[in-house]
């Protein structure tokens, strides 16, 4: 057991420890490097990535782990067990960002694993199986619109057919890797054997409302939902916008938001499904020109992978639709899918008995974000605790904010799990 005393102990003391001070200062310094002057944006191979990756090489080694950059750029921090373990624990999150971003998605995690395994090498507390702290470097896909390539790496499940997307500047990923010294066979050598695994933890920000609704700091996480990505392209006719009657129009931005409309529409039909057209753009737009080409993105999840696909084909269909009648063509291609994934009710057990231990009732719900964590599923078993997100749930954005309390709690609570894995015969 921890010697750090939980909240709820009856002794009415307090915790030895009060982690969640020093974790904000942590992220607060990783956001000063920034490709932007105002916000943050810290997308995968820049300069700030670059050196958000050597800071936190330096923090894990100063904690007393064995520390490096990995191939892909995750940065691994190792705190081997006493005994020769045969498995190896792994706590993370990631470190890169969207563009203009909070300073908590992703790097909270990395930050409270981080100081956890302080802890335990400070008070010389072994564990009977390795402790792995990493900082995967991708997982938003911003810059290449490949997400999780550093947990697909470490999971064995990095699809090589990326390195050929390309960045807004035309660099495509292949080139740069080899620009930066990487052996794009390396990569392939990151993945860890499943019988090696001892579980996947990650604590995250919810990025939602539902705690602080419920006045909670933290929560057990139950599933995180199915999710596709596409991109779609409409293309139409050119015409004055003068001279065309509208009758006669094949307008590609018309269609564009009608199938918005469609999107909106066939998503508020399911609690459990959501779905969000984020990018919207018409290449060479002119105020007096019908558009005759209009790019879109399509996100769509769910709570399950039935409800997910339903709403996936009724929604391709409705776009083949509305392009027949608008006379444009529609071009479809998917840049990613993800099942939806289980948390191991062994592993929600562990978290929800450290939780009351820290005298909080728990409470579970499901992410309808996607998280590295996602890569390790039919790999090791995998757990999350979320951490209540201020600002009533905002994330993505420079105004996401957690408090150092609940901060302080989710690494007790942390602490309390990894110590306690054991207990549950996992």
Known sequence: MSNVQPRG???????????GAKILDMARELAQFSETTEGLTCTYFSPAHKAVAVRLREWMRSAGLAAEIDAVGNVVGRYASAAN???????GSHYDTVINAGQFDGRLGILTALVVAEHLHGTGQRLPFHLEVIGFSE????????????SSAIAGCFNETVFDRQDLSGIDLATLLRTEGV????IRKLARRPETLRGYLEVHIEQGPVLLENNLPVGVVTSIAASVRFRITIRGVVGHAGTVPMSLRHDAAAAAAEIVLAVERRCAEGPNLVGTVGQLAVP???????????ELSLDIRAGDDATHAAAIA??????CQIAERRGVTAEVAKIAHHAAVACAPQIQSALARAIKRNGIEPFYLASGAGHDGEMFAGITDIGMLFVRCGNGGISHSPLETVTAADVDIAAHVLLDAVLNLDQLGL
């Not at 373990?85 to 706590?91: E, G, Q, R, S």
């Not at 997982?139 to 550093?150: D, K, M």
């Not at 052996?183 to 390396?186: E, S």
Request: hydrophobic letters at 45%; aromatic letters at 6%.
């Open 85 to 91: 373990a045969p498995k190896t624990l792994i706590v």
């Open 314 to 319: 009724d929604i391709l269909a409705a776009i």
């Open 139 to 150: 997982e938003e896909g911003a810059r290449f619109s490949a997400p999780y390539l550093g």
């Open 284 to 294: 060479h737009g002119v105020i007096n020109v019908i558009p005759g080409c209009c």
């Open 183 to 186: 052996d794009l066979a390396a």
């Open 9 to 19: 102990d009856k002794s009415g003391s307090v915790p030895t420890v009060d982690f």
